[in-house]
């Protein structure tokens, strides 16, 4: 696909870890005129090339989805946050293919979406179950391009703190260094590394649909640096 300036670029998720990370360089990527923000509350910021839009998640239309060409959603929660299986399940599937369908309707070239590591629709781990019958449920519809990321823990400064999540990066920072080869694909990973991988292989990747894993993220950022 031939990129030309003035495309537009949607995203949902943007006042989380990863989200916000990802709406910065969107913001700042001179490919994209305007940025679209799905919101539940608005930002504590404004651009010029922003847009935000205050939506129920529940209540999405067909309107709130006009003249996008890429849209980038990081949607996720826990299930301590959301406070069920079924809530959790709510968020992480039901909305994440909700805004593949109502944007594959409106003409959006290319879905970008973060899933996780062992994501299987079979299974037995709630978790990565859920993050299997995700990306199923997102193949069904008919974008130009379609981009799966699969990282493992990711680390960064989240506004709310998680207990579970910083005992494992409080770990991580010991047995990362020791994660090569195969073990590589479970190396925790930044959120402003998983940011970059979205914007800059959905704007390189050919037409296709592609499962980006988290070694093929650590992988890239290894190449960067060299």
Same mark, same amino acid.
């Given at each position: 696909?031939?990129?030309?300036?003035?495309?537009?670029?949607?995203?949902?998720?943007?006042?989380?870890?990863?989200?916000?990370?990802?709406?910065?360089?969107?913001?700042? $990527?001179?490919?994209?005129?305007?940025?679209?923000?799905?919101?539940?509350?608005? *930002? +504590?910021?404004?651009? +010029? %090339?922003?847009?935000? !839009?205050?939506?129920?998640?529940?209540?999405?239309?067909?309107?709130?989805? =006009?003249?996008?060409?890429?849209?980038?959603?990081?949607?996720?929660?826990?299930?301590? %946050?959301?406070?069920?299986?079924?809530?959790?399940?709510?968020?992480?599937?039901?909305?994440? =293919?909700?805004?593949? !369908?109502? @944007?594959?309707?409106?003409?959006?070239?290319?879905?970008?979406?973060?899933? @996780?590591?062992?994501? &299987?629709? &079979?299974?037995? $781990?709630?978790?990565?179950?859920? !993050?299997?019958?995700?990306?199923?449920?997102?193949?069904?519809?008919?974008?130009?391009?379609?981009?799966?990321?699969?990282?493992?823990?990711?680390?960064? +400064?989240?506004?709310?703190?998680?207990?579970?999540?910083?005992?494992?990066?409080?770990?991580?920072?010991?047995? &990362?260094?020791?994660?090569?080869?195969?073990?590589?694909?479970?190396?925790?990973?930044?959120?402003?590394?998983?940011?970059? $991988?979205? *914007?800059?292989?959905?704007?390189?990747? %050919? +037409?296709?649909?592609? &499962?980006?894993? $988290?070694?093929?993220?650590?992988?890239?950022?290894?190449?960067?640096? %060299?």
């Amino acid at each position: 696909m031939i990129l030309k300036r003035g495309i537009s670029a949607y995203i949902a998720g943007a006042s989380g870890l990863t989200g916000g990370m990802l709406l910065q360089l969107l913001l700042n $990527n001179s490919t994209f005129s305007s940025v679209v923000a799905l919101l539940r509350s608005p *930002l +504590p910021f404004s651009h +010029p %090339k922003l847009v935000q !839009k205050i939506i129920d998640f529940d209540q999405l239309q067909s309107v709130d989805f =006009e003249g996008g060409d890429f849209f980038f959603c990081c949607l996720g929660t826990t299930i301590k %946050k959301a406070g069920s299986q079924e809530k959790f399940q709510k968020v992480d599937l039901n909305y994440v =293919e909700m805004l593949a !369908k109502f @944007s594959a309707e409106a003409g959006f070239s290319t879905f970008a979406v973060i899933s @996780s590591v062992g994501a &299987n629709k &079979n299974s037995r $781990n709630f978790y990565q179950r859920t !993050k299997g019958l995700m990306e199923e449920a997102i193949s069904k519809y008919d974008f130009e391009k379609t981009l799966i990321f699969r990282p493992s823990l990711i680390l960064g +400064p989240r506004k709310e703190f998680r207990f579970g999540e910083a005992f494992a990066a409080s770990m991580m920072k010991v047995f &990362n260094p020791l994660m090569v080869g195969g073990l590589k694909q479970f190396k925790a990973i930044q959120a402003s590394e998983i940011a970059r $991988n979205m *914007l800059e292989m959905s704007l390189v990747k %050919k +037409p296709g649909t592609y &499962n980006i894993t $988290n070694r093929d993220m650590h992988q890239k950022r290894t190449n960067h640096e %060299k």
